[in-house]
């Protein structure tokens, strides 16, 4: 599935959208919200995965990632003293989700540990129209002829078509809200490309959607009536990925009629560069210790994400 988004569009019938959904930008518009006062905080965070929490000069990426995420979600779960309903959120680690369906003549599965779900007691409710729902039937998926779109996918014989949300009936906090990504290996030729992590978003966030959809209104292909959307945010510790994700249809085998929409806001960096020395050049420093090129609006998409649905 890696080989990127126009791919990923291709196998899961979905149309994408530039930038983030009107629901989501609204939430970084209105003043009300308070998104600004965390700045300092956020460089805080920076600063503590990058410079506090090491013994070392530099602590790794496989280090600092996830301790940077760590103090985000801490950050965005501070807004629950003024939104009582975000504290009905749980995060699950390591639980495995499985989702089937048929795509044209292919059987195709998606399945296994996909990054760290915070689920949630209430669905976020469709971010497009009707309207916007119905004008997808005139989309035309790109098509990769003469190569098949499967040509990089795994190959195996599948004994049983598994749909399963990784979670017990009953689990009250039963819906997907947002999928996080931590690409965090150290050496390069190990992390997903940007293109790949974003492909890889795409997958999973259509996979825990699907499933959802099989739990909540059977197998039989369907247009839905109330459309399921899954958040995904992807990073490697710097540089951000932001994905709202919403079917609208499990029908899923002609490329004809409804399809799903993606929202994709991709590469935003939450800053250039943290300085573990001082970088010397001709005996005069350039560029002091500490964080450089701090762009505070990443924070601010990544916590609107976060209240996604709830405020």
């Given at each position: 599935v890696f080989a990127g988004v126009r791919k990923a569009q291709w196998l899961t019938k979905t149309k994408m959208v530039e930038g983030l959904p009107p629901s989501v930008?609204?939430?970084?518009?209105?003043?009300?919200?308070?998104?600004?006062?965390?700045?300092?905080?956020?460089?805080?965070?920076?600063?503590?995965?990058?410079?506090?929490?090491?013994?070392?000069?530099?602590?790794?990426?496989?280090?600092?990632?996830?301790?940077?995420?760590?103090?985000?979600?801490?950050?965005?779960?501070l807004m629950s003293r003024k939104y009582p309903a975000l504290s009905k959120r749980m995060l699950a680690r390591n639980y495995r989700i499985a989702a089937t369906w048929e795509r044209e003549s292919i059987l195709l599965q998606v399945r296994g540990l996909n990054g760290i779900l915070m689920n949630s007691m209430a669905p976020i409710p469709p971010v497009a129209s009707k309207e916007e729902i119905l004008a997808t039937k005139e989309h035309v998926l790109e098509t990769f002829h003469p190569i098949l779109p499967t040509i990089d996918l795994q190959e195996v014989h599948v004994y049983k078509e598994l749909n399963d949300?990784?979670?017990?009936?009953?689990?009250?906090?039963?819906?997907?809200?947002?999928?996080?990504?931590?690409?965090?290996?150290?050496?390069?030729?190990?992390?997903?490309?940007?293109?790949?992590?974003?492909?890889?978003?795409?997958?999973?966030?259509?996979?825990?959607?699907?499933?959802?959809a099989k739990a909540l209104y059977g197998n039989d292909p369907k247009v839905l009536e109330q459309p399921i959307v899954v958040q995904s945010i992807g990073t490697d510790g710097r540089l951000f990925q932001f994905m709202v994700f919403q079917l609208n249809t499990t029908d899923l085998v002609s490329s004809d009629g409804i399809k799903n929409l993606v929202w994709i806001d991709s590469d935003q960096k939450l800053y250039e560069t943290a300085q573990c020395l001082p970088k010397i050049k001709k005996r005069v420093v350039v560029k002091p210790v500490g964080i450089h090129g701090f762009q505070p609006d990443t924070f601010k998409k990544f916590l609107a994400l976060y209240l996604h649905g709830t405020v």
């Open positions: 930008q609204s939430i970084l518009d209105n003043p009300a919200h308070g998104l600004q006062e965390h700045e300092e905080r956020v460089k805080d965070a920076i600063s503590h995965a990058r410079f506090w929490d090491t013994t070392e000069v530099a602590p790794k990426r496989e280090h600092f990632c996830p301790v940077l995420f760590e103090d985000l979600i801490h950050l965005c779960r949300t990784g979670f017990r009936d009953g689990y009250p906090y039963s819906h997907p809200h947002t999928l996080f990504f931590l690409e965090s290996a150290n050496i390069c030729p190990d992390r997903f490309r940007p293109e790949q992590l974003r492909a890889k978003m795409l997958m999973f966030a259509f996979g825990n959607a699907l499933a959802k």
